[in-house]
Each structure stands twice: as structure tokens, then as C-alpha cells.
Nanobody
Framework: QVQLVESGGGLVQPGGSLRLSCAASGFSLGHYAIGWFRQAPGKEREGVSCVSSNSVITYYADSVKGRFTISRDNAKNTVYLQMNSLKPEDTAVYYC???????????????????WGQGTQVTVSS
């Protein structure tokens, strides 16, 4: 069974950090572009950060550049999103997705993916 499972969300104060994980099962992430997306209440889902299958190319939304870092460990079949200097506007449900055919930039800009996780809540509040 193909599955993506996110973890690591929670409540954090502004300026704090969280590390999200996305573990894949039932398929190998090594051939897929991977992306992190988020959806805040009343807003459309948006691409946050995506990485190519070979980890060479990354994409970041302007709103998170310099604060978030995407990485992948194909040996562990897991992708990470390190989030630093968190702001209240980062509050959202965060999803990971995998896509075999799209470039990582198209994946993030068009919000597409072959497989999606169920999401993990991130709340930034004092």
C-alpha cells in the first residue's frame, strides 16, 4: 500500500523551530520529486518547498526563503522540512506529496502530486 505519513507538527511560539518528516511506504521516494505544501483555513493549498529526485534542485516559496530547508534521505525513504524563525502566518496544515513526472518547480507552483499524505498541523502562536 502506497502511503506518505507526515509527522512533527505542533504548537510553537513565534521565532521557534519545527522539523517535519514525511515517511514513505509502499514505494521508493528516490525516483520522485517531493514537495511540502500547506493550507491555512479559508485559503488554497500552496507549495512551500519542493526538491528534485536527485536532491540537486530545490524550490522555495518567497514567503519561506531563508527560513525553511527541505532535505531528503532516500535511504530512509523520508523527506524533511526544517522550519526556523516561524511566524504566525506559517500556521497551516502541512502536507507532503510525491510526483514521478513533474519537475519540482511545476510541482510546487501547480500544487500537484501523484501521492499525498494526510497532513500535520503546525500552529505558530504565543
Amino acid at each position: 500500500q502506497v502511503q506518505l505519513v507526515e509527522s512533527g507538527g505542533g504548537l510553537v511560539q513565534p521565532g521557534g523551530s519545527l522539523r517535519l518528516s514525511c515517511a514513505a511506504s509502499g514505494f521508493s521516494l528516490g525516483h520522485y520529486a517531493i514537495g511540502w505544501f500547506r493550507q491555512a483555513p479559508g485559503k488554497e493549498r500552496e507549495g512551500v518547498s519542493c526538491v528534485s529526485s536527485n536532491s540537486v534542485i530545490t524550490y522555495y516559496a518567497d514567503s519561506v526563503k531563508g527560513r525553511f530547508t527541505i532535505s531528503r534521505d532516500n535511504a530512509k525513504n523520508t523527506v524533511y522540512l526544517q522550519m526556523n524563525s516561524l511566524k504566525p502566518e506559517d500556521t497551516a496544515v502541512y502536507y507532503c506529496a510525491a510526483d514521478v513526472g513533474a519537475t519540482m518547480q511545476r510541482m510546487c507552483v501547480s500544487v500537484i502530486g501523484d501521492y499525498w499524505g494526510q497532513g500535520t498541523q503546525v500552529t505558530v502562536s504565543s
